[in-house]
């Protein structure tokens, strides 16, 4: 099974901050790499998919870089309604892993 | 707009079984592979098992294989998830979810499974 690594865990930070998370495979997994949101409550949502592009509605702020093993999610300027946890991916092959969550907290 | 809804959770004891289902409004559902993903009481997302659009092929975690069975039917727009021999450790809840760009690209709003004596 691909392993997925978030660093970090958690982080805090103020709005207009700009914010970055790492996601590592354990083995190569090409661009096959989508980005979740996920507020309390509520179900995930699908930020970024072959793990550079915007899935239709979500922000610009919002990007996504990598490929092979190495994958980031950057928000360029947080804003209030982005304070939440961040799930990294793999769809390269079964079973499907996520990484273990980035929450993303108010400073 | 995609529109998945989950229906089927509740309360069972250890050993009992549950069927969940999954109804998607769109006019898209044969096209595409859905999925079942889970999240445990303040954990993190777990893959359960995914179906291709036709239903001939299926996977699954390791931690239900032989004890799930996913499921579609195309002319309902319906996927299905049978649980039997339900363990403490299934108690979460569990999403719908369709593939599109990405996989899962949409996402239903969860139905909650407790198995508890």
């Known amino acids: 099974d691909i392993q997925m690594t978030q660093s970090p865990s958690s982080l805090s930070a103020s709005v207009g901050d700009r914010v970055t998370i790492t996601c590592r495979a354990s083995?190569?997994?090409?661009?096959?790499l989508a980005w979740f949101q996920q507020k309390p409550g509520k179900a995930p949502k699908s930020l970024i998919f072959?793990?550079?592009n915007l899935q239709s509605g979500v922000p610009s702020r919002f990007s996504g870089s990598g490929s092979g093993t190495d994958f980031t999610l950057t928000i360029s300027s947080l804003q209030p309604e982005d304070f939440a946890t961040y799930y990294c991916?793999?769809?390269?092959?079964?079973?499907?892993?996520f990484g273990q969550g980035t929450k993303v907290e108010i400073k | 707009e995609v529109q998945l809804l989950e229906s089927g959770g509740g309360l069972v004891q250890p050993g009992g079984s549950l069927r969940l289902s999954c109804t998607d409004s769109?006019?898209?559902?044969?096209?595409?592979?859905m999925s079942w993903v889970r999240q445990a009481p303040g954990k993190g997302l777990e893959w359960v098992s995914s179906?291709?659009?036709?239903?001939?092929?299926?996977d699954y975690a390791d931690s239900v294989k032989g004890r799930f069975t996913i499921s579609r039917d195309n002319s309902k727009n319906t996927l299905y998830l049978q649980m039997d021999s339900l363990r403490i450790e299934d108690t979460a809840i569990y999403y719908c979810?369709?593939?599109?760009?990405?996989?899962?690209?949409?996402w239903g709003q969860g139905t909650l499974v407790t198995v508890s004596s």
């Open positions: 979810a369709k593939s599109g760009y990405g996989d899962p690209a949409y």
């Open positions: 769109g006019f898209t559902f044969t096209n595409y592979a």
């Open positions: 179906i291709s659009a036709s239903g001939g092929t299926t």
């Open positions: 083995q190569g997994i090409s661009y096959f």
């Open positions: 072959a793990a550079s």
């Open positions: 991916q793999q769809y390269n092959s079964y079973p499907r892993t």
